[in-house]
Antibody, heavy 120, light 108 residues
């Protein structure tokens, strides 16, 4: 069965860095675009970044562009989010999600989330 | 950026009753709209995509309708497991891919 498992969350001071990982299993990872979506405590869902199946194209929300980098290692079935210059407003649960696109696009599988807390 | 607006913010419904949730887009998204359900402490779960297509294993009591800028998620007869927060998401024009602010369906 499809599984996405995030890791790497924790408490970090402002302006420091953190890298999240999302280990994928149960499907051919290299065939799917992947996304990161975050959710601040008590708030709604906020899209962060996407990467195409081969890593050739990436895109970011304005709020993280220039600070966060999405990448993937298809040989390890793993998605990453490198987060630099973290701010208190980046505090959130970060979910990785698989994009399924045929004639329509949707996020059909999500990980359980990794909590990132940015605080001094 | 396409802004998605959901209403109401909170919907109080008795078990067995019908729930109707709305989602409005700031510009047309065609039928490129999805609905997700999220329960406390859990990841979102895909319910509906293409505005009206139920995802795998989603019960028939969930239905979606609409196109363009106005969309509706209907739960025909609320079960106890349906009390949750529901989000709409557009994927017609992105980045950024945008979500609505959510509707919390609570027990009346």
């Amino acid at each position: 069965q499809v599984q996405l498992v995030e890791s790497g969350g924790g408490v970090v001071q402002p302006e420091r860095s953190l890298r999240l990982s999302c280990a994928a299993s149960g499907f051919t990872f290299s065939r799917y675009a992947m996304h990161w979506v975050r959710q601040a405590p008590g708030k709604g869902l906020d899209w962060v970044a996407l990467i195409t199946y081969d890593g050739g194209v990436t895109s970011y929300a304005d709020s993280v562009r220039g600070r966060f980098t999405i990448s993937r290692d298809n040989s390890k079935n793993t998605l990453y989010l490198q987060m630099n210059s973290l701010r208190p407003e980046d505090t959130a649960v970060y979910y990785c999600a698989r994009e399924l696109t045929d004639t329509l696009t949707r996020f059909d599988y999500w990980g359980q989330g990794a909590l990132v807390t940015v605080s001094s | 950026e396409i802004v998605m607006t959901q209403s109401p913010v909170t919907l109080s419904v008795s078990p067995g009753e019908r729930a109707t949730l709305s989602c409005r887009a700031s510009q047309s998204v065609g039928n490129n709209l999805a609905w997700y359900q999220q329960k406390p402490g859990q990841a979102p779960r895909l319910l509906i995509y293409g505005a009206s297509i139920r995802a795998t294993d989603i019960p028939a009591r969930f239905s979606g309708s609409g196109s363009g800028t106005e969309f509706t998620l209907t739960i025909s007869s609320l079960q106890s497991e349906d009390f949750a927060v529901y989000y709409c998401q557009q994927y017609n024009k992105w980045p950024p891919l945008t979500f609505g602010g959510g509707t919390k369906v609570e027990i009346k």
